[in-house]
């Protein structure tokens, strides 16, 4: 979800960790999808002002600046991405605006990775009303105020979107618009605020004794002790001719 440096004195360590799952997950042809967030963006252009006193394991500002010219820079720009989209559900690390940056996810994607091997990074996509910045649409959820993220939601051809960004601080997943939005960052590293959850998100396909096909979508919270407290479950049918209205 973005961010997986400049919360405290471990960002070598979180980095390696993320290139070896990246690697790993390709070896056995799964993935690992990584998301581009304000604070890898902050690096890229050499911004280290969120840098703990040790720059995160680097050990000096000079080896760290040559890291994100470097092999990890390189790491960033040709893996990470500005958004994913799988099973009716939208990934990205801030929120979505009406503006410059919205169009397909293959085409955010897209531009964001040709700006980044540009250096553009006056790029409109980096604006404060971009997907690695806007906390709009969550702090409008916050208010109660859905209609926007419901347009966008629609544009996307999702049902809710999961971001980052927005500290929760209270340590759960929040939980906005009636599930449209999920904002998951509870400020995990104990250099923030040492909490725990996670978002788990199950899909299975089961054949009825009628012969047709039902997808199960189970999303849940899991707690520190692993806990689970499930926020939505839903059923419809696959088959083309199956009615889903009372599902």
Known sequence: MGDLID?????????????????????????????????????????????????GGF????????????PFGKFIKDNFKA?????????VHAGFENGPALVSPDQLNSRLQQALNDKDYRNP???????????KMVYDGYSGKCEETEK???FY??????????????????VLCGGKILAIDVGLSRWMYNNFAALEVLVDTVQLPDGRLEE???LSEISKGGSR???????KFLNADADNDDL
């Open 83 to 91: 958004m994913f989209v799988s099973e009716g559900v939208a990934f």
């Open 152 to 154: 966008l939601l629609n």
């Open 157 to 174: 051809g999702v049902e809710r979107v999961v971001v980052g960004h927005t500290p929760q601080r209270q340590g759960r997943i929040g």
């Open 7 to 55: 919360r405290g004195e471990e960002d070598l360590e979180c980095l390696n960790l993320a290139f070896d799952m990246f690697e790993q997950a390709k070896d056995s042809k799964n993935d690992v999808v990584l998301l581009l967030g304000n604070h890898e963006l902050l690096n890229l252009e050499l911004h280290f002002h969120y840098v703990a006193k040790n720059f």
């Open 125 to 135: 996509i980096f604006r404060s009303n971009g997907p690695f910045w806007s906390r």
């Open 229 to 235: 407290t499930v926020i939505e479950e839903r059923r």
């Open 59 to 70: 050990l000096s500002k000079e080896l760290r600046r040559k890291a994100f010219e470097g």
């Open 216 to 218: 199960r979508t189970q």
